[in-house]
């Protein structure tokens, strides 16, 4: 199995307009049709910059559109197209908040965001959102214990609990926390999840999408690589059997590449993940 992960990314600032000459020029009725024409142009010259800055953002992102009948949906997979976020293998990579040395107080991840700027994909039957739509992204169940997510003054904490991704047109990156100053916080869970669904509350009124699982982790594994030497062999079994026995005792890194059933802990019930994986690849 392939885990992808995510990387945090800033957008480069949109651009500036000094207007004080323009101003001045519109003041003079001489210039006035010289400085609409000139007004319509940078208009659209601006707006064309921000759709060109959407559409090159989402690269890594979870695509929201809406399939034919008219349920929200995420955009599938597609390793020959503009790569998007899979919930079913991707896992967010959070980071310490402070920066090492100093002991973190969280962790945290803006990545993936939700982006509804991907073109359509027919085979999938994956279909941008129209005008009106008005996305929410909301809990189905409880978080993982020290785990929320927030945007602005909206938090997730609780199932019910929801945030405003946006309109036809959203961008959005949500922060997902995991607090260490919160007493349910485990050091030694390996990964973080929650599972949602999209909601539209505008004129659309699309129906919800399937529930999804969003989880994130500290380190990047691969899954029964225990001893890390890239591969899963026969080889990984002793440092797998010393992780099961010991999980306070192994380094993170062991505890995510043990943890094959991705439930955040490494129990009896990895084995049969480790097995299957070590049957897929042999000795």
């Given at each position: 199995m392939t885990v992808r992960y995510t990387i945090n990314s800033r957008a480069a600032p949109a651009p500036s307009l000094r207007t004080g000459r323009l101003s001045a020029m519109r003041a003079s009725g001489s210039c006035r049709s010289h400085f609409?024409?000139?007004?319509?142009?940078?208009?659209?010259?601006?707006?064309?910059?921000f759709v060109m800055e959407a559409t090159a953002q989402h690269a890594g992102d979870i695509g929201v559109g809406r399939n034919s009948a008219g349920q929200l949906m995420i955009r599938p997979?597609?390793?020959?197209?503009?790569?998007?976020?899979?919930?079913?293998?991707?896992?967010?990579?959070?980071v310490p908040?402070?920066?090492?040395?100093?002991?973190?107080t969280s962790f945290r991840s803006t990545s993936p965001g939700f982006d509804a700027n991907f073109g359509p994909a027919p085979e999938w039957d994956y279909w941008p959102l129209e005008y009106g739509a008005?996305?929410?992204?909301?809990?189905?169940?409880?978080p993982a214990p020290a785990f929320y997510v927030k945007y602005s003054t909206q938090t997730i904490r609780h199932a019910g609990d929801w945030i405003t991704l946006g309109s036809y047109v959203l961008h959005r990156h949500p922060v997902f926390i995991v607090?260490?100053?919160?007493?349910?916080?485990d050091p030694i869970r390996t990964l973080w999840w929650c599972t949602f669904v999209l909601r539209d509350v505008g004129s659309t009124a699309y129906t919800d999408?399937?529930?999804?699982?969003?989880r994130f982790g500290l380190v990047q594994c691969q899954p029964g690589d225990v001893n890390g030497d890239g591969a899963v062999t026969f080889a990984d079994i002793d440092p797998f059997v010393a992780t099961l026995g010991a999980p306070e005792?192994?380094?993170?890194?062991?505890?995510?590449?043990?943890?094959?059933?991705?439930?955040?802990?490494?129990?009896?019930a990895d084995v049969d993940g480790l097995v299957e994986l070590l049957s897929a690849t042999g000795p």
């Open positions: 609409d024409r000139l007004s319509q142009f940078l208009a659209l010259f601006v707006a064309g910059l997979y597609d390793p020959n197209d503009t790569p998007c976020f899979d919930p079913n293998e991707g896992i967010g990579l959070l908040v402070p920066d090492p040395p100093t002991p973190p008005s996305i929410r992204l909301v809990a189905v169940e409880d607090d260490c100053n919160d007493p349910a916080y999408s399937d529930p999804f699982k969003l005792m192994a380094t993170l890194q062991q505890r995510c590449a043990a943890d094959t059933n991705l439930d955040g802990y490494v129990t009896f």
